[in-house]
């Protein structure tokens, strides 16, 4: 997708690989915090913050995701930026985009990282949190960005779930970091790799990982209890696009989500939250991936199906009241 070098966006792709041809995903760059008390460069300010997103990106889609879960309408803005032909990242609309806090109208993602920092250098990625007030890039971390909006903005949003309960933070994390690894980069790494070797490798610890799950949610309605947590919706952007993208476009074809029982009554599940098939365009998701300007080689082909029917009931109710 190319990147920013000393601030001259370079159109060379710089994700790297291994010596053996396995995909390795670049750290982010900016990893500022938002408060809730009001210390720090960035204080919690309702309208002070904007967020830049895309349909097509499931590391974008987890901040998308808790602005719905946690009523952040309004308090925190956002814009959906796309791929096109002309090598620049992640762009606007033909008319540009003003960027909050100035009168600079960007066509390209990578503009306001360079408005943040002249110098920088860095890959351009959503999601991208950005403060209109200091008209710098807070966080191109997803992480870490959900992590703010569970929390940071609690004394204007309405009541919500505490998605990151400090109770469950420790298995939280353990399971965020199986899925991490055995999902969200294995997934990225059967697509991107470039050697047979490392793509049978990342396609074994997938569905091994997807195996673990499997058992894990025979056990309980979530992937930590009772409840939905963080860890959930770090995985539902990767369940969301399985059957539809990864298994046609990734060469994640051992098996489908529909054909593991648990896993599949859980995603409808999930997609049946208040408010989430709003913001899960499975459609917008394979149109981005494949239309041709995507991660992934396409001839611009979007494949037709598969017919998902997330609105079907599922049975993980037969949890309730079982952590």
Request: charged share 25%; hydrophobic share 35%.
């Amino acid at each position: 997708m190319g990147h920013l070098q000393n601030g001259v966006w370079i159109t060379d792709e710089t994700l790297t690989e291994d010596q053996g041809g396995r995909y390795v995903k670049q750290p982010s760059l900016f990893r500022n915090w938002i408060t809730a008390d009001g210390t720090g460069e960035f204080p919690a300010e309702p309208g002070r913050y904007h967020l830049y997103s895309a349909v097509g990106c499931p590391w974008a889609h987890r901040a998308a995701l808790f602005l719905v879960l946690k009523q952040l309408d309004g308090i925190v803005t956002l814009t959906n930026t796309r791929q096109n032909e002309d090598d620049q990242g992640w762009s606007f609309d033909a008319e540009g985009h003003v960027v909050p806090g100035t009168d600079y109208r960007a066509q390209y993602l990578h503009e306001l990282y360079t408005l943040s920092d002249p110098s920088c250098t860095a890959r351009v990625t959503v999601p991208t949190l950005w403060d209109a007030a200091s008209r710098r890039v807070v966080s191109n971390e997803s992480s870490e960005i959900i992590r703010m909006f569970n929390s940071a903005f609690a004394a204007w949003a309405p009541e919500t779930a505490d998605l990151f309960p400090a109770e469950r933070a420790e298995e939280i994390d353990a399971v965020n970091a199986l899925v991490l690894d055995g999902v969200n980069n294995a997934i990225n790494e059967c697509g991107r790799s470039t050697s047979q070797e490392a793509y049978e490798a990342a396609s074994d610890r997938l569905f091994g990982t997807l195996d673990q799950l499997e058992e894990r949610l025979g056990r309980s309605r979530y992937l930590c209890g009772d409840q939905q947590t963080e860890a959930d919706w770090r995985l539902y952007p990767s369940l969301i696009r399985f059957d539809s993208i990864y298994f046609i476009g990734y060469k994640c074809s051992q098996r489908r989500i529909e054909e593991y029982p648990n896993l599949s009554n859980y995603l409808r599940d999930l997609f049946q939250t208040p408010g989430i098939a709003d913001v899960s365009d499975v459609e917008g998701m394979k149109n981005a991936i494949f239309a041709g300007y995507g991660p992934i080689p396409s001839n611009g082909l979007i494949p037709k199906g598969p017919i998902l029917n997330l609105d079907r009931p599922h049975d993980r109710a037969r949890f309730v009241g079982a952590a």
